[in-house]
C-alpha cells in the first residue's frame, strides 16, 4: 500500500505530509564534516540519521539525489567571522599543506562511514571546489543591495535584509534585538556595519595560507555560502529536503536561508530536518569543546579525558554504535554512558540470534495452513507507520524485538509457525533492520564461519555424550564453554550456541 511519509519541519515547528517537488524524485542536501580532525560520535549521528532518510526514501521508490559536502575551506575558529580558518590552522600546527590535512581526514571520515554501513552520497562536492560558485552568489546578493563590501571583505546586511524581506530568524526564532544584546566584541567587527551581519567573504590576511582571486580581493569565502551556491547546482533551487545536526540551525542554517533569498527571492528548500545532538554529562559532544571520543576509539575501545581517566571500558562495533543511535530518535537528545552502549550491544546481539534462529525454523504447520498467526500478520505495516511518523526508528526497533519474541517462542516450541509466517518474519527483518536501518551482521567474516563450524563439532560431540548417557561429559563441554563466554541452550531440534 502507500505510504503517507510526515517529516518535522523545523522552519514551522510541525510534522508535514512529504510532497516532493518533482514527483517520484527527492532533492536532499546534507552538511557534511570540516575535515580537520577525526570523526567522532557527534559526526556519526548526521551520517546515520540521514542514511536512513536516504534508505527509506528510496525504499519507497524515490529517485534520490543524495548530496552531502565536504567543508574544506571557509569554517573559521569559532562560527563568527573570527579566528583562523581551522583547516588552515590544522596544517599549520602540522607544517601540511592545507589540502594534505583535508585529504587525510576526508579519507579518515569516509573508512569511518563505511565501517558504520553509512551509504556513500549520490554527490560529495567540496568547498574549494566551488570558489566560482561561492563568488557568483555573493555577486548576486552584492546586486541585490542586501550585502556591502568593507575592506576588501563583503558582508550579508542582516538589517537591510529584514527591512526588506521580514523573514530574518525565521528558522531559529532569534530577533535582531536578541543578537544585539548577546553578540560578542570580535576581532574584525569593525569593519561590519552591525555585529550581525555575517561574512560572504574574507578578505585574506598576509599569512593566510588559502586564498583565491575576487573582485574584491584575494580571500576565501564565508562558510555559509558553501551549502547555498552546492545545494542550487547541483539539486536546483528550491529542493526538498536541507538537513544538518541541531547546532546549525543558528547562525549557517539561517545565514543559507538569507543568502538564498536574498539571490533567488525564494527559500533553498520544502522541508528542513535536524538531528540532536550526542552528549557527555549534558554537554553538547564537540571538537571546539574538546570533549569528544573518536569513533575509531570507541571501535578500539580506548580514551582518556583531559585528567587521564580512561572514558571507555570495552571496545565498541560500529553496528553497536549505529544500534545504540537509532534506538533514539532523531531528534531527542542521546547522552553517552558505558552502561547505554553494552544496553545497545545487547539488544542488537539479541536481534542477530533471532534472525539466526530463524533460519534454523521448520514450519510447524506444513502445508495445511499458510495463514499468518495474529502475531505477525501486522507487524510489517507497524514498523512502516513507525517510519511514516518521522522516521521513528525506536518504534521501527521495538517492532523486530517483538518479532524476535516470536522467533524465540517458536524456538522454544511455545509457538507453531507456518511456512508464511517464517518467511513474512524474514522479509520484516531484511526490510527494516537491515534495507533500511542498515544495520548488519558483524558475524559473517571467515573467522567467524570458522568458529561457527568448530562449535558445531564441539555440540556434536557433546550431543554423542549425551545420548551415551555420558553427562559428565555433557556438562563439562557446557560449563567450560559458559566459562568461555559461550551459552548452550537446549532444545527439541539439538543446541544451539550463542556468545
Request: charged fraction near 25%.
Amino acid at each position: 500500500m502507500e505510504q503517507q511519509l510526515l517529516i518535522y519541519n523545523t522552519l514551522t515547528r510541525n510534522k508535514e505530509l512529504f510532497r516532493p517537488i518533482t514527483e517520484g524524485r527527492v532533492g536532499m542536501y546534507v552538511c557534511g564534516p570540516t575535515v580537520y580532525g577525526d570523526g567522532h560520535l557527534g559526526h556519526a549521528r548526521p551520517a546515520i540519521t540521514f542514511d536512513v532518510v536516504y534508505r527509506y526514501l528510496s525504499h519507497l521508490g524515490y529517485k534520490v539525489r543524495y548530496v552531502r559536502n565536504i567543508t574544506d575551506v571557509g569554517h573559521l575558529e569559532h562560527d563568527a567571522d573570527e579566528g583562523e580558518d581551522k583547516i588552515a590552522k590544522k596544517a599549520r600546527l602540522e607544517q601540511l599543506e592545507p589540502m594534505e590535512v583535508a585529504q587525510y581526514y576526508t579519507n579518515r571520515y569516509h573508512a569511518a562511514m563505511e565501517k558504520l554501513n553509512v551509504l556513500p552520497p549520490s554527490i560529495e562536492p567540496h568547498a574549494s571546489g566551488h570558489i566560482m560558485e561561492q563568488i557568483a552568489l555573493v555577486q548576486s546578493i552584492l546586486d541585490a543591495g542586501l550585502a556591502y563590501v568593507s575592506n576588501g571583505s563583503v558582508y550579508f546586511d542582516v538589517r537591510k535584509y529584514q527591512e526588506v524581506t521580514h523573514k530574518y530568524g525565521q528558522l531559529s526564532g532569534r530577533v535582531i534585538e536578541e543578537m544585539l544584546a548577546t553578540t560578542r566584541d570580535l576581532d574584525g567587527q569593525d569593519e561590519k556595519r552591525f555585529p550581525g551581519d555575517f561574512a560572504l567573504w574574507k578578505k585574506a590576511s598576509p599569512e593566510h595560507i588559502m586564498r583565491w582571486p575576487s573582485p574584491w580581493s584575494d580571500g576565501f569565502p564565508g562558510w555559509h555560502a558553501e551549502c547555498t551556491a552546492m545545494g542550487a547546482k547541483y539539486l536546483g533551487s528550491p529542493f526538498d529536503i536541507h538537513g544538518g545536526g541541531m547546532d546549525l540551525v543558528f547562525p549557517h542554517h539561517e545565514s543559507e536561508i538569507a543568502q538564498c533569498v536574498a539571490s533567488t527571492g525564494h527559500a533553498p528548500c520544502r522541508y528542513w530536518m535536524h538531528n540532536n545532538m550526542i552528549t557527555i554529562n549534558g554537554q553538547k559532544m564537540g571538537k571546539s569543546l574538546g570533549n569528544f571520543i573518536t569513533l575509531d576509539e570507541f571501535f578500539a575501545g580506548s580514551h582518556k579525558d583531559k585528567d587521564g581517566k580512561e572514558m571507555l571500558e570495552q571496545a565498541y562495533s560500529p553496528m553497536t554504535i549505529r544500534f545504540f543511535i537509532l534506538q533514539a530518535h532523531y531528534r531527542s537528545t542521546v547522552d553517552f554512558s558505558n552502561e547505554a552502549l553494552q544496553a545497545a550491544e545487547k539488544g542488537y546481539s539479541k536481534l542477530m540470534e533471532a534472525y539466526k534462529a530463524l533460519g534454523r525454523l521448520k514450519s510447524e504447520v506444513g502445508g495445511q495452513k499458510s495463514d499468518l498467526i495474529p502475531q505477525t500478520s501486522d507487524l510489517r505495516q507497524k514498523c512502516y507507520n513507525a517510519m511514516n511518523d518521522d522516521f521513528s526508528t525506536p518504534i521501527v526497533i521495538s517492532h523486530l524485538f517483538e518479532a524476535a519474541r516470536i522467533i524465540n517462542g517458536a524456538a522454544d516450541g511455545k509457538l507453531q509457525l507456518s511456512q508464511a509466517d517464517i518467511d513474512e518474519l524474514r522479509g520484516i527483518f531484511d526490510t527494516f533492520l537491515f534495507d533500511i536501518l542498515g544495520m548488519r551482521d558483524e558475524a559473517s567474516s571467515d573467522n567467524t564461519a570458522l568458529i561457527d563450524g568448530l562449535m558445531h563439532i564441539i555440540l556434536d560431540i557433546r550431543a554423542t555424550a549425551k545420548a551415551n548417557k555420558d553427562w559428565a561429559t555433557s556438562d563439562k563441554i557446557r560449563d567450560a564453554l559458559k566459562e568461555a563466554g559461550v551459552t548452550v541452550k537446549d532444545g527439541k531440534d539439538g543446541a544451539t550456541y550463542s556468545f
